[in-house]
């Protein structure tokens, strides 16, 4: 039976499979979306021959997209601090396991910890449960469970998570005080239109005086509007709906991502946050002992979307024995920064750490572009609400001084 894991537009549910691949010799674990199992091959561009195994990935639990989403960071944090302190691979993942509380989190514990009583390595047993663990941390464990490096690699792991995550939060507290206003500014239009206005005409129609064009405007869409305010709110919560089922549209958002890369002085800080992103998962990756080409292929759906075709094309260049700073010169994928330090990290051999740099020198991106909201984007939506609420209480007195005049 098929399972749905992704929509992509408006189609049907598209199915995804876990495929062992041989391409050059060797053998490759590579994630796909095909139409069915026949297909996979066609979209990895290999005969089917070469296509190995095929496994179909289960499709996400609802409550993993409902706030039941599988601790990753903190699960990384606590288990490298057990391996550390010495404990079995085996009797840690137990101890985790004893100590969580939510059921969806204790399944995929119980499932790991099944894998690998039956004799399964931990990266296998991860691959399992692809609903909690991505291939990121399934390609950083696979690379390091034989070095004695694990815990290691996932104390790693669990600050790239942390980085990942102040990131967001920073971005999105610089985004409270603005949705703030806007909600607090509509809300006193909706006030002024839907209360105010329509009393006010009330007074006005028992003057005879002529009241100027804009004044008569507002006031008959307030009248109207005052008459029906179930309708109107109706249709702004409808309006509201379909702008939220619009953005949750990959494809929509991945158009309205890329206009917000175009724009000046916002595009190029954006830009450079998400190439600051895939530095860092490329060095940990790296630093892993995960191969260049098996990294970038990773990466691709760590990275942001407008930015995935050209990692794409940059493995493309690497499997045909470029070097990493040129494919990264050639699909624009690199800063002058990234661009000397990647060229370093090349002649010394330490690539991994080089690119850690450059994503560090980057972080302070983050702040200038929380700056650039707080100096720009505040001060412009308080001059519109502005604008708006006092032309409405102009618009609204003027007929009153009209008349005072026409008394004096």
């Known amino acids: 039976m098929r399972t749905p894991t992704s929509r992509p537009g408006n189609g049907p549910p598209v199915p995804q499979f876990q495929t062992r691949v041989l391409r050059a010799g060797t053998v490759s674990t590579q994630r796909v979306e095909a139409p069915d199992r026949a297909a996979v091959a066609a979209v990895l ?10 496994r179909e990935l289960a499709a996400p639990a609802l409550g993993r997209r409902r706030g039941g989403r599988f601790p990753l960071q903190l699960f990384s944090q606590e288990l490298a601090v057990l391996l550390d302190a010495g404990i079995a691979l085996l009797e840690a993942l137990n101890t985790l396991r004893e100590k969580e509380g939510q059921p969806g989190v204790r399944a995929a514990l119980d499932a790991v910890i099944g894998q690998i009583e039956q004799g399964q390595p931990l990266s296998t047993a991860l691959r399992q449960q692809p609903q909690a663990f991505d291939e990121l ?14 815990s290691v690699a996932l104390a790693q792991h669990a600050r790239y998570l942390a980085w990942v995550d102040a990131l967001r939060s920073r971005l999105v507290a610089a985004l409270v005080y603005p949705l703030m206003l806007l909600g607090v500014g509509g809300a006193v ?13 009330g007074i006005l129609e028992q003057t005879s ?5 804009a004044s008569r405007v507002l006031i008959e869409f307030g009248q109207t509007a005052g008459g029906h305010p179930g309708l109107v709110l109706g249709a702004l919560a409808a309006l509201g709906f379909g702008v939220y089922a619009l953005l949750r549209q990959p494809g929509v958002r991945r158009r309205a991502q890329a206009l917000l890369w175009t724009l000046p ?3 190029p ?23 260049a080409l098996a990294a970038l292929k990773i990466v691709v759906d760590v990275v942001a979307a407008p930015w995935r075709a050209a990692v794409q094309a940059a493995a493309q260049q690497i499997e045909r024995g470029e070097r990493l700073s040129s494919a990264f010169d050639a ?4 800063t002058p920064v990234a661009r000397r330090m990647l060229r370093v990290g090349e002649r010394s051999g330490e690539v991994a750490p080089m690119l850690e740099r ?18 720009l984007v505040n001060p412009a939506l308080m001059l519109i609400m502005g604008v708006l609420i006092g032309g409405i209480i102009v618009l609204m007195y003027l007929p009153i001084f009209q008349l005072v005049e026409q008394v004096q």
């Open 189 to 201: 239009i909706l006030f002024l239109l839907l209360y105010v206005l329509p009393r006010f005409a």
């Open 269 to 291: 800080r954006l830009r450079v946050l998400a190439l600051a992103r895939l530095y860092r998962s490329l060095a940990m990756l790296l630093a892993s002992g995960v191969p």
């Open 265 to 267: 002085g916002l595009g």
């Open 45 to 54: 561009g290999v005969p089917p021959q070469h296509v190995l195994e095929v």
């Open 137 to 150: 941390i399934c390609a950083i464990v696979a690379a390091n469970e034989k070095t004695g490096q694990l």
């Open 358 to 375: 450059a994503a560090a020198f980057h972080d302070e991106e983050a702040a200038r572009l929380t700056d650039l909201l707080s100096r």
């Open 331 to 334: 699909q624009d994928l690199a």
């Open 209 to 213: 005086a002529e009241l100027p064009w």
